[in-house]
């Protein structure tokens, strides 16, 4: 019996294709951290290129926000897959102005975020900023250092409360890359809405509120068949390393994606308990190739050391760029029919090649 090939090319591009904005403050003492987007744009694009085996859309967008002083508060480049133009938007960036109060208009940019032409399955906002929104609410100043202190009391006339239920509608991941602890409070405030649906947020230990963060966990965030359930709220260390952006954008995009896709085949609150989908109780009969009839053929990521030193496990811990990976393709026989079945996953049995026979369970 010839074994029957099966593509999951399609099923792939449609799970993990990404629409990721850079939400970034373009205020003067952002200065240092917009030219390190600028300078790793292209290079954080091609790490989630390869993560996602270079068969995913991703499409980028990019807000820069200032203050309400500023000429030009809001700067906005749609979503695209042109990378050129991205490079191009952000090369026009200018770190400038920001008022003469401390907050800066956060909110605007939000909301500006909120009005992209969002489209892909996973949907991740990279905010990186070192002030706060104004409001009283959402940041922990003297009244006498925000011009705007009453909640909704801005040229916008915006809250934030609304603008994060907007976000969790349209299933947006969020992660914020901490540079000081003026936006504690802001993150707190999000991370709460977060919460409430979801088990996948967290605050970074510097964090003011971090202790008091863990009791806002909402037990519906649990769902596992909830769609904002397996959505993201990520709050991570920046610092003044700028070498640590592009690992962190990637690593927020791809565990988004993670989350998001997962499960991706089949409709919320639906299981794989359903009449189309048939246990099979045979015992696995590993020594017959024809029993495994269906074939994968995929492509994973592997080490790609050719030479071992007595440092090297060393070198690999202490950095993810000491790492060296390479495309391997994969072909994997495996059985139509799955043995066993969970809310989530089948597990079918396989042999990862002919030859060597090697049983696996998928």
């Known amino acids: 019996m010839k074994a029957e090939s099966r593509s999951i090319a399609g099923l792939f591009k449609e799970a993990y294709s990404t629409d990721l904005l850079f939400l970034i403050d373009t205020t003067g003492s952002m200065q240092p951290y917009i030219e390190a987007v600028k300078k790793n744009v292209k290079g954080i694009i091609n790490d989630i290129s390869t993560e996602f085996q270079r068969d995913a859309d991703i499409r980028i967008a990019v807000v820069g926000y200032k203050d309400h002083s500023d000429e030009m508060n809001i700067q906005f480049l749609d979503f695209t897959s042109s990378y050129a133009r991205v490079r191009l938007f952000l090369n026009n960036l200018e770190a400038c102005g920001g008022g003469a109060d401390a907050p800066e208009d956060v909110l605007g940019g939000v909301n500006q975020a909120l ?15 070192d002030a706060p929104p104004h409001s009283r609410t959402l ?77 806002c966990f909402s037990p519906k965030g649990n769902d596992a068949h909830s769609h904002s359930g397996r959505l993201l709220m990520h709050e991570a260390k920046l610092g003044i390393r700028f070498s ?102 089948a597990a079918f049995y396989a042999p990862t090649a002919v030859r060597s026979r090697q049983p696996i369970v998928l």
């Open 115 to 129: 009005k992209a032409a969002w489209k892909h399955r996973v949907r991740c906002i990279i905010h990186i900023g």
């Open 139 to 215: 940041r922990d100043l003297e009244d006498s250092e925000d011009y705007y202190c009453v909640p909704g009391s801005e040229p916008h006339r915006l809250t934030l409360e609304p603008l994060v239920d907007n976000m969790i509608e349209k299933r947006i991941n969020y992660a914020f890359l901490r540079i000081n602890n003026s936006t504690d409070r802001m993150t707190y405030s999000i991370f709460r809405k977060y919460a409430a649906v979801s088990p996948n947020c967290s605050l970074v230990k510097q964090n003011t509120y971090h202790k008091k963060a863990s009791g």
């Open 244 to 345: 640590r952006l592009r690992h962190l954008i990637v690593g927020a995009v791809t565990t988004s994606a993670s989350l998001t896709s997962t499960p991706h085949n089949f409709a919320v609150g639906e299981s794989l308990s359903t009449p189309n989908i048939s246990i099979e109780t045979a015992v696995p009969q590993w020594d017959i190739p024809e029993w495994f009839n269906e074939t994968l053929r995929l492509q994973g990521q592997i080490p790609d050391i050719t030479v071992y030193s007595a440092d090297t496990l060393d070198k690999m811990m202490e950095s993810d760029d000491n790492i060296p990976m390479r495309p391997m393709k994969l072909k994997i026989h495996k059985r139509h029919l799955p043995f066993a079945q969970g809310a989530m996953r």
